[in-house]
């Protein structure tokens, strides 16, 4: 997860020590209270991370309707998170925290626990991930760039969020951290996935009709917009090389030849690939989770890494895909 415009605001929270900032704490994030959290997200939110907030996210994820990156801010895509969960559990989908929804969130382990850092953690990392294509593919492998990255994407935590609940930590081998706990991935065997470009979001049903799971989803842009219709699931790739051809895809910078970009979470489409029907569309992850659904796409649908990996476990060739606005 690297530092980019949009989430500056964030950072610059976290660092100042706000109020709210300096609630984050573990046990204030696991005692807190989702009953004061406005019952319908505000047209304006609080733009400070809240310990509820977190909590909420860290909940909904639980439950198979993820809110993408948890980072305490009752952004969109949480809000979309409460609307998918009520649909799951067949309530009526207004996206609001009624009491029957808190009721049915508010269970399980509690959100922060203590984990232990392994050389396995540490193992694998780069220096830097460059922004050209060029330079990318001259590297051995796009992996994370630090212990930090690599246990906040596993904890789908935003970094700064993770440095937060361990001031003054030494991301080393062996060093105990608070991390949130997000739950396993989710089960099951997905027969149909609808990608919905007005919501920005990916639903995937099971063979009775039931949504299992909820994504927040980066689908296209207007300038490279995702297909239309109906299409199917071709294969997955995970951990897959990215060729790039920029009279097949789209222009980056000034490479204007083929190139082959090596695998890793920080490569262009992340750590795995769900191949459509549609040539050269597919489903996939990508480097940078905390813009899903901030920025537009080069026409395919992009997940956060951990929920791509989820939905690729549960789909098989011959799933349908359908594109609606």
């Given at each position: 997860?690297?530092?980019?415009?949009?989430?500056?605001?964030?950072?610059?929270?976290?660092?100042?020590?706000?109020?709210?900032?300096?609630?984050?704490?573990?046990?204030?994030?696991?005692?807190?209270?989702?009953?004061?959290?406005?019952?319908?997200?505000?047209?304006?939110?609080?733009?400070?991370?809240?310990?509820?907030?977190?909590?909420l996210?860290?909940?909904?994820?639980r439950?198979?309707?993820?809110?993408?990156?948890?980072?305490?801010?009752?952004?969109?895509?949480?809000?979309?998170?409460?609307?998918?969960?009520?649909?799951?559990?067949?309530?009526?989908?207004?996206?609001?925290?009624?009491?029957?929804?808190?009721?049915r969130?508010?269970?399980?382990?509690?959100?922060v626990?203590?984990?232990?850092?392994?050389d396995?953690?540490?193992?694998?990392?780069?220096?830097?991930?460059?922004?050209?294509?060029?330079?990318?593919?001259?590297?051995?492998?796009?992996?994370?760039?630090?212990?930090?990255?690599?246990?906040?994407?596993?904890f789908?935590?935003?970094?700064?969020?993770?440095?937060?609940?361990?001031?003054?930590?030494?991301?080393?081998?062996?060093?105990?951290?608070?991390?949130?706990?997000?739950?396993?991935?989710?089960?099951?065997?997905?027969k149909?996935?609808?990608?919905?470009?007005?919501?920005?979001?990916?639903?995937?049903?099971?063979?009775?009709?039931?949504?299992?799971?909820?994504?927040?989803?980066?689908?296209?842009?207007?300038?490279?917009?995702?297909?239309?219709?109906?299409?199917?699931?071709?294969?997955?790739?995970?951990?897959?090389?990215?060729?790039?051809?920029?009279?097949?895809n789209?222009?980056?910078?000034?490479?204007?030849?083929?190139?082959?970009?090596?695998?890793?979470?920080?490569?262009?489409?992340?750590?795995?690939?769900?191949?459509?029907?549609?040539p050269?569309?597919?489903?996939?992850?990508?480097?940078?989770?905390?813009?899903?659904?901030?920025?537009?796409?080069?026409?395919?649908?992009?997940?956060?890494?951990?929920?791509?990996?989820?939905?690729?476990?549960?789909?098989?060739?011959?799933?349908?895909?359908?594109?609606?606005?």
């Amino acid at each position: 997860m690297k530092a980019v415009t949009p989430i500056a605001t964030l950072a610059l929270l976290f660092s100042l020590g706000t109020a709210h900032a300096l609630e984050l704490t573990p046990e204030a994030i696991n005692t807190a209270s989702l009953a004061p959290i406005a019952r319908e997200r505000p047209s304006k939110p609080s733009p400070e991370p809240d310990p509820a907030i977190v909590r909420l996210q860290a909940l909904l994820d639980r439950a198979g309707s993820s809110p993408g990156v948890i980072d305490g801010l009752y952004g969109d895509n949480v809000g979309k998170a409460v609307a998918a969960f009520e649909t799951m559990n067949k309530l009526p989908s207004d996206g609001k925290l009624d009491p029957d929804v808190l009721s049915r969130l508010e269970k399980g382990p509690p959100i922060v626990e203590s984990y232990v850092i392994t050389d396995e953690d540490a193992a694998g990392l780069v220096d830097h991930i460059p922004k050209d294509y060029g330079e990318k593919a001259k590297m051995a492998s796009l992996g994370y760039t630090s212990v930090a990255e690599k246990l906040s994407e596993r904890f789908h935590m935003h970094i700064d969020l993770m440095k937060t609940l361990n001031p003054g930590t030494e991301f080393a081998p062996g060093k105990t951290i608070e991390v949130v706990t997000p739950g396993p991935p989710k089960e099951g065997k997905v027969k149909r996935i609808e990608v919905n470009g007005k919501t920005g979001q990916v639903l995937a049903y099971d063979g009775d009709g039931s949504v299992i799971a909820a994504y927040p989803a980066t689908v296209g842009s207007s300038d490279n917009p995702s297909p239309s219709g109906t299409h199917k699931v071709k294969g997955v790739a995970r951990m897959p090389v990215y060729r790039y051809d920029p009279k097949i895809n789209f222009k980056q910078g000034k490479n204007d030849k083929i190139l082959t970009i090596p695998k890793g979470p920080n490569g262009p489409v992340g750590s795995v690939w769900i191949d459509l029907t549609e040539p050269t569309y597919g489903i996939h992850g990508t480097p940078d989770p905390e813009l899903i659904d901030k920025v537009g796409s080069h026409g395919c649908v992009r997940l956060t890494n951990w929920d791509a990996e989820e939905l690729a476990g549960m789909v098989k060739p011959g799933v349908i895909v359908k594109f609606v606005d």
